[in-house]
């Protein structure tokens, strides 16, 4: 079910707030949103440097009087075009974020914006009200939510054929920051400053994806109360945390843990989810995303298939090359862009129940995003205590 049709009547002109040149994530960004024509470049703030940012927005082809200093002057300026700017990405450091959500939304502007969306439980809250005041759509990109398979282990997990669930286990441990390689490389110093990352380094960082992961595939799941542990290995991070541990408790009996860590020596990314069942597993590994293993007790092990007839329609909607044909995190993010945009499209034509269906990280993730930290931090501040989840 190769889907190579326009998914919008319209490419949403868009614009970018950071991203440079040198930006991994601003790349992928680009990569993901240009992908199906469903958004054009068309301005942006590309960097701190105004002159660096303005020659950078000329190599991507955009005009260089839409090439701004600042996020301040880009949204002022687009406002006064009739062919302004509709959407905006926000891909900066962490701690500029909620000025830069809050500014666009009051700009009038839908808004995919890099986790976490602030840094507390009150900010986040504000963007929330704010953007149903305003009628904007705000997308969070927690991208590996986008591969198909995640899907389908939410269509699995509805039709019951896990059982009850009793079990969530998550990880996201990888080894790259087993040594303070901070130290060398400023793009990674920022995320172990409290000032630029806010008060959590891997739980924020790292924890967020796998966690909105289940919630993607079991939107039913509520936490009770939750415990956490944090330790700084690489002790020039404390306070910051480069390993993590969280146990939590759901409504209804469902129990849950979670690994975040930077130091697990040896592992290349090491985000795994594990739903277990009364009756059957379910274990999706980013590593092999194209891979859903599901494991009937009693019964061989089965691995599911991106692309392939058997599997729910609502998994093989974003399917891109058929099956046999790897895909990787650029189409996963290009699947979440698309669904963005059709969002954007369906709120600024008042079709909410559209919106509804379409299973996207929304402001109502983002916000779930930075309660959960603020959680797990307030609970290691306490000596690693249960702490009520509100």
């Not at 319209?10 to 440079?20: L, Y």
Request: charged share 25%; hydrophobic share 40%; aromatic share 8%.
């Amino acid at each position: 079910m190769i889907q190579g049709d326009l998914k919008v009547a319209a490419p949403i002109r868009w614009a970018m707030v950071g991203g440079g040149r040198g930006s991994q994530i601003g790349y992928i960004h680009r990569c993901a949103a240009l992908r199906d024509n469903s958004f054009q470049l068309v301005a942006g703030a590309f960097d701190i440097d105004p002159e660096r940012g303005r020659e950078f927005g000329q190599a991507l082809r955009v005009a260089p009087e839409r090439c701004y200093p600042d996020y301040q002057t880009l949204f002022a300026e687009e406002a006064k075009r009739p062919d302004g700017i509709q959407a905006v990405s926000i891909a900066t450091p962490n701690g500029t974020h909620y000025a830069i959500c809050q500014a666009a939304l009051e700009a009038g502007l839908h808004v995919v914006c890099e986790k976490p969306l602030c840094f507390s439980v009150e900010e986040a809250e504000v963007l929330h009200d704010l953007a149903e005041r305003q009628n904007r759509f705000v997308g969070v990109t927690y991208g590996y939510a986008g591969h198909q398979l995640i899907r389908q282990a939410r269509e699995m997990i509805a039709a019951g054929e896990l059982g009850e669930i009793r079990m969530v286990h998550m990880q996201f441990a990888h080894g790259f920051h087993s040594e303070a390689v901070e130290a060398a490389n400023p793009s990674t110093r920022w995320r172990v400053d409290p000032k630029h990352a806010g008060p959590s380094y891997v739980l924020g960082d790292l924890a967020t994806h796998p966690f909105y992961i289940v919630e993607a595939m079991l939107p039913e799941l509520r936490i009770s109360r939750l415990l956490c542990a944090r330790q700084s290995f690489v002790t020039s991070r404390a306070p910051l945390e480069d390993n993590a541990y969280v146990l939590m408790e759901y409504e209804g009996g469902v129990m849950g843990h979670l690994w975040a860590s930077a130091v697990n020596a040896g592992s290349m990314h090491g985000q795994k989810v594990r739903v277990i069942g009364s009756r059957a597993s379910l274990e999706w590994w980013d590593e092999r995303p194209n891979q859903l293993r599901y494991e009937v007790q009693g019964e061989p092990v089965r691995l599911l298939e991106r692309g392939m007839d058997y599997l729910y329609p609502e998994a093989r909607e974003d399917d891109r090359i058929g099956s046999g044909h790897p895909e990787g995190l650029f189409e996963a993010w290009a699947n979440l862009y698309a669904r963005f945009a059709l969002a954007m499209e369906a709120m600024d034509c008042g079709d909410t129940g559209a919106i509804e269906t379409l299973a996207v990280p929304d402001i109502h993730a983002g916000v779930e995003g930075v309660r959960w930290v603020a959680h797990c931090v307030r609970s290691a501040e306490a000596g690693g205590v249960w702490v009520d989840y509100h």
